[in-house]
């Protein structure tokens, strides 16, 4: 399972780099995978500000819908707008092409509470 060493995670499996203060958010390989073939994205957030653990949007597979929530708050900035018609990025390159949102985050301490790839790797049992 595949859980890159330089982003931090969330117990609900969103992945999160940071530059600067402009945060990228996205799932992880292993939620992308338990969740199956993804057919849409929607993010409704677009220029709102959110806190933390709000849901930002939906992630749609052919068997389910699940919420994204929202890793650090933050001003959404940017949605990946390839995904409406590529939503199958999530599932073959969920750590690039398959980014879901940019944050201008409000608060940098809370990327200290955000999971490294040991906690989340042991979290998820790879």
Known sequence: MMVPNNLKYTKDHEWVSIDG?????GIT????SELGDIVYVEVETLDQTLEKDEVF??????KT???LFLPLSGEIIEFN????????NVNSDPY?????????????????????NE???????A
């Open 21 to 25: 203060d402009v945060a990228t958010v």
């Open 29 to 32: 390989h292993f939620a992308q």
């Open 57 to 62: 949007g939906t992630v749609e597979a052919v």
């Open 65 to 67: 819908v699940s919420d």
């Open 81 to 88: 707008e390839d995904l409406e018609s590529n939503p199958e």
């Open 96 to 116: 690039g092409k398959g980014w879901m949102v940019k944050i201008k985050v409000s608060d940098l301490s809370q990327w200290d509470d955000l999971l490294d």
């Open 119 to 125: 906690a989340y790797s042991s979290l998820i049992g």
